[in-house]
């Protein structure tokens, strides 16, 4: 994705705040604003933010997953569908 054409200063955002705002939701690209030329923060609608959260606690189940599997903290398929066997004749 290019940002080139997604950077605004904050005089245009607080001079075009509404246009801003119905831009981001339509677009669903982020906005880079900057303060005195310097990128100061980014603008995301809000489904953008929410699958972008997602996304990272995904990847942090996966992460810390692997983590398990090289300290060797693992259940054998076996083990594991014994136990649901179990569970389901005893309830």
Do not use: H
Not at 7 to 19: C, P, Q, R, T
Not at 48 to 69: C, F, H, M, R, W
């Amino acid at each position: 994705m290019r940002y080139s054409r997604q950077i605004k200063s904050i005089s245009y955002l607080k001079a075009n705040a509404a246009d801003v705002l119905r831009e981001l939701e339509e677009q669903r690209k982020p906005l880079i604003i900057t303060q005195n030329g310097e990128a100061k923060a980014v603008l995301q609608d809000v489904a953008s933010y929410e699958e972008t959260q997602e996304t990272l606690a995904l990847l942090k189940i996966l992460a810390l997953g692997s983590q398990q599997v090289e300290r060797g903290e693992v259940t054998p398929v076996s083990e594991v569908a014994k136990r649901l066997r179990s569970k389901a004749t005893a309830a």
